[in-house]
Structures are given as C-alpha cells and as structure tokens.
C-alpha cells in the first residue's frame, strides 16, 4: 500500500513537469515587454481617451494615431481646457488654438508616452530593475499586465506600467515615492485599436485657426559647467550645452526614464536657494558666483527633492583649459 502511493505521488509528479515548465517558459521577459511597449505607440493604430492626474489636478485628452505607408499620423485634443488640437504628420508639427490669442500664450501638449519610444534597457537597468509583477487587472475593459521599474537608490521614482496582454499597449503609467505614495497618472479610460481614421481626422477643419509649431532652433554651444557627481544611470543627453537667449544656455540629464532639465541664467541680484515642487515634478533654484559674475541656476525634473538637491550641491563651472 505504501510503495503504491509512493508511485502515485511519482506519477503525478512526473504529469505535472511538462505543465510546469511550459508556464514557465510562456512567463514574459520583462525587458522583452519593455521593448514591445516601445514599438506599439509607433506600430499601432489607435484611438483612446485618457486622464492625467497630478495631485488635485486632472486633464482628459483624446489621441488618435496611425501609421500608413511608413509614416506616423497623430491627434492630440484637450477636452477639458480651451480645446487646443496637435496634429503631426511625419516630423511636421500642426497646432489648433480656438483663436490667435492663445497661440503665444499656452504651451503645447505632447502624447503621453513620448518618453518610452527610444528605451535603452541597459541604460534603465543602471537605475532601475526590471520586474514582472503578478498583479493582473483591467484597464479601459482590456486584460492588463504590470511592469515595474523598481529604483536601485533614492534618486528616482519607481515606475508601475500597465500593460495590454495582447498587444504591449501601456494603458496606464503610475509613478511613486519611496513610499508608495501616487504622485502621477496617466490611466486610458477608453480604447479602440481598430479605428476607422480617415485623413480628415489629421487635417484642421476649416474656420479654426492653425499655425505650424516651428521648433526653436537652439545653438549648440561649448558648456561652461560640469558635474562633480552624477547618479548611477544619468547622463548628458547632449554633448552640449544649448544656448536659449543672450545670457541663458540649457543643459540636459536623463537616466532613460526621468529627465531632469537644467538652466543658467545671469543674473545682476542673488536668489534665495529654494526647493518646489507639483506632483512628481521638483524645481530647484540657485545662485552661484563666479568670479564677479552671478548665475542663477534652475533644475526641474520628475525625480525626488534629494536629486536636485544634491545636483545643485556638486553643480560648478569647468576648470579653464
């Protein structure tokens, strides 16, 4: 009687290997996953409302995106302010106001996922880990699974993403503290991948004012500024400064996912050093003299208030060559 339920137990066992190990090997990569969702806001057609909250702030938009004969359609439409529309065509940028006054005074919006198409997962890797989360759930009526960007040090937010079991698609983006605490959302909360979009849908309807958004040619410039310390994973996005206006040149950090902007400005009269924040969003402003000449130096990102902090610390001008 023993030595058959020991067979028993041995059978079974042996039934189940197979089982186990084709759940495992159908288990997602979670980099894979990364890079599918990077592809999908390019390759995909699609037509989705989404909400993006930041504390007691929200905004719906509506996009709508296609790609024929190798190039990219997208619409982008405020619902909830003064239904500014940005249609881009290629690399050709067209934006709607409700009339010219608003044209010089409202800043653009952009898709919310601009910042995943060019991943660099080694890069991300630095600062983050990669992980495949066992939570499930639904988004906008869609099987959803969740990618998490876990930070490595305090430098960072972590990541939670959102996405559709069948095609990648990220259907809802959260970032958070160390904590946990929500500080952004970007949540779709209706989705159609199969629209019927035609190319009126990518052209300015007649009697609304247009004008074509002409991107500032900024002048790269020799940067006179350097940094003793960078954390892990952050780096120049370009190898130059970017000169703005007289007296104003722009440099720029990112670790793949965050991205921190920073401006030197002169100045005549010091500023008191001090910390802002918005959400997941921290400014941070500070005077810096030198010689007899005072800088005024401005640092905003979605990365926590000790980033900024200490970037201003190590922030200096580069020895003379």
């Known amino acids: 009687m023993k030595q058959l339920r020991m067979w028993s ?24 996953l990364f890079i599918d969702m990077s592809k999908s806001f390019s390759n995909l057609s699609y037509d989705g409302i989404f909400v993006h909250s930041e504390e007691n702030q929200m905004n719906s938009m509506r996009v709508k995106h296609e790609r024929k004969e190798g190039k990219e359609y997208e619409s982008l439409v405020d619902l909830d302010g003064q239904k500014i529309k940005v249609l881009r065509i290629g690399d050709t940028v067209i934006c709607v106001y409700p009339n010219e006054s608003y044209s010089n005074k409202l800043t653009i919006g952009k898709a919310p996922f601009d910042r995943f198409k ?55 983006h959260d970032i958070t503290d160390a904590s946990g605490k929500l500080l952004d959302r970007i949540q779709f909360t209706a989705v159609n991948f199969h629209p019927n979009l035609q190319r009126s849908d990518f052209i300015p309807k007649k009697g609304e004012y247009s004008e074509k958004l002409t991107e500032p040619m900024y002048r790269a410039v020799k940067s006179k500024w350097t940094f003793d310390w960078l954390p892990p994973g952050f780096a120049l996005v370009w190898p130059n400064a970017r000169a703005i206006h007289q007296g104003s040149t722009m440099l720029l950090l990112s670790d793949g996912m965050a991205s921190i902007s920073v401006f030197v400005d002169t100045v005549s009269k010091p500023k008191a050093t001090t910390m802002m924040n918005m959400g997941a969003t921290m400014a941070g402003e500070k005077t810096i003299k030198v010689g007899k000449q005072l800088y005024l130096v401005t640092m905003v990102g979605e990365v926590p208030s000790i980033t900024i902090e200490k970037l201003m610390s190590v922030f200096r001008p580069k020895a003379k060559e």
């Open 9 to 32: 137990v041995y059978l079974l066992l042996i039934c189940l290997i197979p089982v186990f190990a084709q759940a495992k090997a159908s288990q997602p990569d979670a980099a894979q």
């Open 118 to 172: 060019q991943l660099d997962i080694d890069r991300l890797k630095q600062g983050y880990r990669l992980e495949l989360s066992d939570k499930m759930g639904r988004i906008a009526g869609r099987d959803t699974r969740v990618l998490k960007l876990v930070p490595k040090d305090s430098y960072r937010y972590g990541h939670e993403l959102w996405l559709d079991v069948k095609n990648h698609f990220l259907l809802k």
